[in-house]
């Protein structure tokens, strides 16, 4: 059995109901849903937009291979309504990423893990802390919570929906 952490953000639409649609579709295809973090809210990192993000990072059970995991995501992403364009970064209905898959380090074109940008986004960072502040980021060998303590992202990021909040939401 293999850990995979996911960062899942939302910014268009029912932002709660997107978020808590994809962990549905994580659990039904990719496997148990372990851990959850809160729900925080940040501006767009790398675009400008109107309408704020809710992010927040799941930990997952699975026995799938991370090619194939990558491979349910896009699929999950394009059924929730997501458009993928060459354009950058954008506003989206829901967008997940594979954060960690155990301690593996993978560099292939489209296919990262630990993800690229995992340390430069405190919308990652404070959601993943709140779950994995121990564990230790396999190519830097500091812990997260190491890492959100010298991130230099200047974005506002705050708490939307405290984790207990959540807890009957997250009772499959």
């Known amino acids: 059995m293999s850990t995979v952490y996911f960062s899942l953000g939302s910014n268009r639409g029912n932002k709660e109901k ?4 994809a962990i549905v579709y994580l659990r039904e295809y ?3 849903i372990a851990d959850y973090s809160s729900i925080y809210e940040s501006e767009p990192w790398g675009f400008n937009d109107s309408e704020d993000f809710f992010n927040m990072v799941i930990k997952v059970e699975t026995e799938l291979p ?4 990558l491979e349910i995501i896009k699929t999950i992403e394009e059924r929730m309504g997501r458009v993928l364009t060459r354009d950058g970064y954008q506003s989206r ?7 960690l898959y155990n301690q593996l380090v993978i560099k292939e074109k489209d296919l990262q893990i630990p993800h690229i940008k995992i340390n430069e986004r405190n919308f990652v960072l404070f959601p993943l802390t709140d779950i994995a502040a121990d564990v230790i ?10 890492l959100v303590k010298e991130c230099k992202d200047g974005k506002e990021i705050g708490l939307y929906k405290h984790r207990s909040k959540i807890q009957g939401i997250m009772n499959f």
């Open 137 to 146: 980021d396999p190519t830097c060998n500091k812990t997260f919570d190491q």
């Open 66 to 69: 991370p090619r194939r995991i």
């Open 18 to 21: 997107n978020l808590f649609q």
């Open 93 to 99: 209905v829901i967008d997940i990423d594979i954060l």
């Open 30 to 32: 990719v496997g148990e």
